[in-house]
T-cell receptor, first 115, second 111 residues
């Protein structure tokens, strides 16, 4: 049982390049999330998808787009990468996202550097 | 929105000693208070959580205590072991059902 799988694990981009981070979960979860983690700032929510077919902005959505391709997959796209987007990106999923005490399951992260 | 502060940012303890990490939050409607542990190169993992109708919860060597009046909750680790070395995050759930993560506490357990 793989849980949450993210690809790639590492990526280096030049300013202005685009790329898509892929995420897939095999737990039949309804809700999926993208976070970024910067030193000393914890994890900040970029976008989330409460259920298949819906997406909503989180705390820091600027410069990103997302697609909930199906129930399993949730991708994050950087259309024109900037150095400020250098970070570690985590995808997560949860069973429904609407209950009070719900556990998030995280992938192992993508380390992205924008030069 | 929810404002979350976590202290201390780093904590070094001798193996076998106890460690306490505190988290304060601002949203009085928050009613779910989890702690996540992140080991090097991995994503965070839930280690313990508590709901607002409970004051304390224990799971072997770890416990969480909640003071809703003062809007803070704490993680307690007793008899620390080297494998407890990691970064710990509090993440109270705000009124829109989203977790808001603290800035993290790096715990080092010295053998």
């Amino acid at each position: 049982n793989a849980g949450v799988t993210q690809t790639p694990k590492f990526q280096v981009l030049k300013t202005g390049q685009s790329m898509t981070l892929q995420c897939a979960q095999d737990m039949n979860h309804n809700s999926m999330y993208w976070y970024r983690q910067d030193p000393g700032m914890g994890l900040r929510l970029i976008y989330y998808s409460a259920s298949e077919g819906t997406t909503d902005k989180g705390e820091v959505p600027n410069g990103y787009n997302v697609s909930r391709l199906n129930k399993r997959e949730f991708s994050l796209r950087l259309e024109s990468a900037a150095p400020s987007q250098t970070s570690v990106y985590f995808c997560a999923s949860s069973e429904s996202g609407r209950t009070t005490n719900e556990k998030l399951f995280f992938g192992s992260g993508t380390q992205l550097s924008v030069l | 929105g929810e404002n979350v502060e976590q202290h201390p940012s780093t904590l070094s303890v001798q193996e076998g000693d106890s460690a306490v990490i505190k988290c304060t939050y601002s949203d009085s409607a928050s009613n779910y208070f989890p702690w996540y542990k992140q080991e090097l190169g991995k994503g965070p993992q839930l280690i313990i959580d508590i709901r607002s109708n409970v004051g304390e919860k224990k799971d072997q060597r770890i416990a969480v205590t909640l003071n809703k009046t003062a809007k803070h909750f704490s993680l307690h680790i007793t008899e620390t072991q080297p494998e407890d070395s990691a970064v710990y995050f509090c993440a109270p759930k705000d009124s829109s059902y989203k977790l808001i993560f603290g800035s993290g506490t790096r715990l080092l357990v010295r053998p």
